[in-house]
């Protein structure tokens, strides 16, 4: 059986599990109505009645699910912009029917232009490469990565209706820099990886702080406790 189907049957009874053992570092703000959209490995909560076809999504991170992606485009009629140039990625979309509004863009997100350095996971049948330093990986490869504004002016976009962000570990400084900049997407779903690529407990409650005091709110935490749905409340 593959890795991720293998992951995706021990989810449910490990989950619950592991949060017990470990409680999670927050809890929602209140009781917000959501939708999860997805399958259990790869879905995100949207705020209901917030998307409609006229709203930009920007989805960061593919890897080999994009469940969440297509659910947005057949529940809401919008147009997906999604973003990931690593290699196992684009392979697996090649071979994939995608509609017309799922719009692939080979390049990552981070907190400038450059070319970074990104580790291929270790794992046989394991898609997510990192820019954090994996002493364990025997494939690094150079990758394009651009800053949220710079994204946003080449594709014509003034504003974000939802972000998501699964870019293994790369989340920490791209709020801090999005925020700095005043970017401030409608909604905000990100899988934050504390315990994971050096980062800690502690960069993820900065990085949720941040994020309150830019004025959004915290409705979801996952099951694992490293997914997490914000939003701003609307004008």
């Given amino acids: 059986m593959a890795a991720k189907g293998l992951k995706s049957l021990l989810r449910p009874v490990v989950r619950p599990l ?4 470990n409680p999670p570092l927050h809890r929602p703000d209140g009781r917000f109505p959501f939708t999860v959209f997805g399958t259990d490995y790869g879905g995100w ?4 009645g917030s998307l409609t076809p006229q709203s930009v999504v920007y989805c960061f991170g593919i890897g080999t699910d994009i469940s969440f992606d297509l659910a947005i485009i057949d529940n809401f009629g919008s147009t997906v912009d999604a973003f990931d140039p690593t290699p196992r990625c684009i392979a697996w979309l090649q071979e994939q029917n995608l509609p017309a509004a799922f719009r692939f863009h080979d390049i990552g997100l981070s907190d400038k232009t450059e070319m970074l350095g990104f580790s291929a996971p270790p794992e ?3 898609v997510s490469y990192t820019v954090a330093e994996r ?8 990758l394009p990565v651009e800053p949220l504004d710079v994204l946003m002016a080449r594709l014509g976009h003034e504003k974000i209706d939802l972000l998501k962000m699964d870019i293994e570990g790369s989340e920490y400084p791209v709020i801090a820099n999005m925020i700095a900049k005043g970017i401030l997407p409608g909604q905000l779903c990100v899988e934050f990886h504390h315990n994971m690529y050096n ?5 993820t409650r900065k990085a ?14 996952s099951q694992g406790g490293h997914e997490y749905g914000f939003h701003r409340a609307r004008a």
């Fill in 135 to 142: 002493s364990e990986s025997l494939e690094v490869v150079k």
């Fill in 45 to 48: 909560p949207v705020i209901d």
């Fill in 124 to 126: 046989d049948g394991f």
């Fill in 208 to 221: 949720v702080t941040m994020l309150r005091g830019a004025g959004y709110y915290l409705h979801y935490v």
């Fill in 199 to 203: 980062y800690t407990a502690n960069d």
């Fill in 18 to 21: 592991k949060r017990l053992i």
